[in-house]
């Protein structure tokens, strides 16, 4: 090429070779996207699927199960995470997905944003001011981010300390701190769960019974009644309406609960007719 090659030229000898028509699609150029984007990241993400669904090392519930290890590798995705590290927190909690608390913490604390997740406490133990509530500075500004206090007044109004098996009664300084985390990062770093509960809130207001029935606290749909305008979508009620800080939320049976929200009655398919 001489020295008086024009633009033109340098940008065609620059370009790839076309390939030519008689080449086999199986040597073709292969997106390396995946996800559900489109049908060849689809693919890519269904092969990525396969091995783990056939490993002894993922939960049981993703065991020969390539659909739900998919959503797992998307979530894992979408968070820049270990896939293995996904599979192993993220539990199904009838019908719902949940991350366990552990992990939420572990996210919020890698994600190089803010420091390290502290907890401060107050109150005498076992008393109902008793609580904790978890903090953090914001790296780029200095700032102490602080959550909501969490306290044994709230536990016992909330109920989340009578449903069968609750670990409120055995193990309260560690859901105190799983508690405060939750509501820390549900202020401050919503996208980090991706909008999943955790698997301890979900166990909080679901109360499963021995004989297998189970009622869902009103926490479970925003506990306080709120009305919604369908023309507008403007939202009423919930926290206007007048409760003293000590009512506990009456369960509420799935017929109720259906009545208010159709996201449970999917919930309520999903657990009546599972796949």
Avoid at 118 to 142: F, H, I, M, N, V
Wanted: charged fraction near 20%; charge should be negative; hydrophobic fraction near 40%.
């Amino acid at each position: 090429m001489t020295a008086t090659a024009t633009i033109t030229e340098l940008q065609t000898a620059r370009a790839p070779a076309a390939l030519p028509s008689s080449t086999p699609l199986a040597i073709a150029p292969r997106s390396a996207a995946v996800g559900f984007s489109d049908l060849q990241a689809f693919e890519n993400l269904q092969r990525m699927a396969k091995p783990l669904a056939a490993s002894a090392l993922v939960p049981q519930q993703f065991r020969n199960n390539i659909g739900d290890c998919m959503i797992a590798l998307d979530m894992a995705q979408r968070l820049n995470a270990n896939p293995l590290m996904v599979l192993q927190n993220l539990y199904v909690v009838h019908g719902s997905p949940a991350w366990s608390s552990k992990f939420l913490i572990a996210t919020i604390n890698a994600c190089g944003r803010y420091s390290s997740l502290r907890y401060e406490w107050k109150g005498t133990p076992g008393a109902d001011d008793y609580g904790c509530r978890a903090w953090a500075e914001e790296k780029a500004t200095g700032q102490r981010l602080d959550g909501v206090w969490v306290t044994w007044a709230m536990v016992k109004a909330e109920g989340w300390s009578n449903k069968n098996g609750s670990k409120w009664k055995t193990m309260a300084d560690q859901m105190f701190v799983y508690r405060a985390a939750t509501f820390w990062q549900r202020a401050y770093a919503p996208e980090l769960s991706m909008g999943l509960s955790t698997q301890e809130e979900m166990q909080d207001v679901i109360d499963v019974r021995d004989d297998g029935s189970y009622t869902i606290s009103s926490e479970a749909i925003h506990a306080r009644a709120v009305n919604i305008d369908a023309d507008t979508g403007e939202i009423s009620g919930g926290d206007e309406q007048d409760q003293s800080a000590g009512d506990k939320p009456d369960p509420m049976t799935f017929a109720q609960v259906a009545d208010l929200c159709p996201t449970v009655c999917a919930a309520k398919a999903l657990t009546e007719h599972p796949s």
